[in-house]
């Protein structure tokens, strides 16, 4: 957890330098701005994630399973109950994606785990300036997951409903009202509350996402810069080395709990918004 001696010597260039991302097209604006690493770590954990899967499928057996072939097991039965007991529609889509989407963000988040230095340090004798690999801990990976989540939301809500039930519920709830004038009355209060409704739900998952992943990020540069700056021999180092690796390695085990809790209400709420969107009120 250490901070290297390559880094910057200020504790504020040193943090500002871990924070900063790769970026393409910065002086396009804002807007275009690409975050590089973001997008390279994301697509390569996918990969990993769809080799991992094939490859232990084709080599699984309907023996005495392997210890790996175990755990994995365990996890989709897991997954497999939670969508049972949550969806109350009928896809074959809701499973296969909630296995999908944990297995994602769990992958995207641990690299949370990984010492802040190693990976910055590879990339800066690479001659690359900076580097941030953690992509759920960017606002633009978990709002785009989160866009992702909003049109399945309303394309599962069209499949089982049809056009115009799903967009008559627009008007129509959640205030029901008898008669046709109390219908229109009421119309205007519930478009307003649905269309709140519906920009809370990708909102709420993007930020609950990249909050929880960026202050546990921030926290790990925080512990490394306590020796930041000071040499072997000096009486500083002796002092909060200990506490440095104390620290590093209480929030690292605590940091495992957030990193799987995460990536389990982000499935979760998906499965949950997707059933809400299916069920005929």
């Known amino acids: 957890m250490s901070a290297e001696q390559h880094a910057p010597e200020s504790m504020t260039g040193y943090i500002k330098h871990h924070l900063a991302h790769l ?31 094939l490859r232990l499928s084709r080599r699984a057996t309907s023996g005495v399973p392997g210890k790996l072939q175990c755990a994995l097991e365990m996890v989709v039965e897991f997954v497999d109950g939670v969508v049972k007991e949550t969806f109350h529609g009928h896809s074959k889509l809701i499973g296969p994606l909630a296995i999908s989407i944990f297995g994602l963000v769990f992958l995207m988040n641990f690299m949370d785990m990984i010492p802040v230095d190693w990976l910055p340090w590879a990339a800066q004798h690479a001659g690359v300036p900076y580097l941030r690999v953690v992509p759920t801990a960017d606002p633009n990976t978990t709002f785009g997951m989160a866009i992702t989540v909003f049109l399945l939301i309303q394309w599962v809500g069209l499949t089982h409903k049809g056009v115009g039930k799903f967009f008559g519920e627009f008007l129509t709830a959640p205030f029901h009202a008898e008669g046709g004038l109390m219908k229109v009355a009421m119309a205007p209060f519930n478009l307003l509350l649905r269309l709140i409704e519906e920009a ?19 926290i790990f540069i925080l512990i ?18 200990p506490v440095q690796f104390v620290s590093g390695f209480i929030w690292t085990v605590f940091h495992i709990l ?23 009120h």
């Open 224 to 241: 490394a810069v306590m020796t930041l700056g000071a040499g072997l021999n000096e009486l500083m180092t002796w002092i909060m080395g």
């Open 258 to 280: 957030v990193i799987t809790l995460q990536a389990f209400i982000f499935m979760m709420l998906t499965i949950v918004y997707l059933s809400m969107a299916a069920e005929h």
């Open 23 to 53: 970026q393409v097209n910065q002086d396009a604006g804002i807007f275009w701005t690409v975050h590089l690493d973001s997008v390279l770590f994301k697509l390569a954990l996918a990969l990993l994630f769809v080799f991992f899967f």
């Open 200 to 218: 809370v739900r990708p909102l709420s998952l993007a930020l609950r996402l990249f909050g929880n992943m960026y202050a546990g990020e921030l």
